[in-house]
């Protein structure tokens, strides 16, 4: 079942429909394949089993809530990079990581080794495949700059529940 917003187009008898973005997922079976799907895909990135390309390809299956975004391409593709670079920095890919950054202002190798220990140190789940997973599915609305700055509260919990002791 799909939520639906009918909205009259001026003063016509004309309606506008579209799909409404952000109905809570209620039956248990597609909430346990959802996470059944990520918790593999997560564990396939954690085992260096997923090229970039193949986490582009898929990303977009593993976590349906990308496609709210459809529409707006600066959304998407703000939330794709920030999903990308998390891949990069799970996976330890200094090259692909820069590789659009500008000549001379691009991050050193000293400064990725100095983010790789951050990461270590202050996340230091980052071979743990629920977690990764999590982090994922956090991002998603965290980078879209139309929801609410309401979920900071739920951000801080998170990193708090995951963060080293």
């Known amino acids: 079942m799909i939520a639906l917003d009918l909205t009259q187009v ?4 004309r309606v506008m429909i579209t799909p409404r973005p952000w109905v809570p997922v209620r039956d248990p079976e597609v909430l346990k394949s959802l996470n ?3 918790q593999s895909f997560a564990a396939r990135i954690l085992q260096a089993e997923i090229s970039e390309a193949v986490f582009l390809e898929s990303v977009n299956h593993i976590y349906p809530e ?22 990069l920095l799970i996976v330890d890919d200094f090259r692909g990581f820069t ?10 190798a000293y400064n990725w080794n100095q983010l790789q220990q951050w990461v270590d140190k202050h996340l230091g789940h980052h071979d743990d495949a629920s977690f990764l997973d999590a982090l994922f ?7 879209s ?9 739920f951000c801080k919990n998170f990193f708090q529940k995951y963060s080293r002791k």
Request: glycine share 8%; aromatic share 8%; charged share 10%.
């Open 10 to 13: 001026g003063d016509s008898s």
């Open 36 to 38: 059944v799907a990520g």
């Open 66 to 87: 990308l496609g709210y975004f459809s529409n707006c391409i600066p959304e998407i593709q703000r939330v794709l990079t920030s999903l990308l670079s998390v891949f």
């Open 99 to 108: 590789r659009a950054q500008p000549s001379g202002t691009n991050l050193s």
């Open 137 to 143: 599915v956090l991002i998603v609305p965290t980078c």
């Open 145 to 153: 700059k139309n929801i609410p700055n309401n979920l900071a509260y």
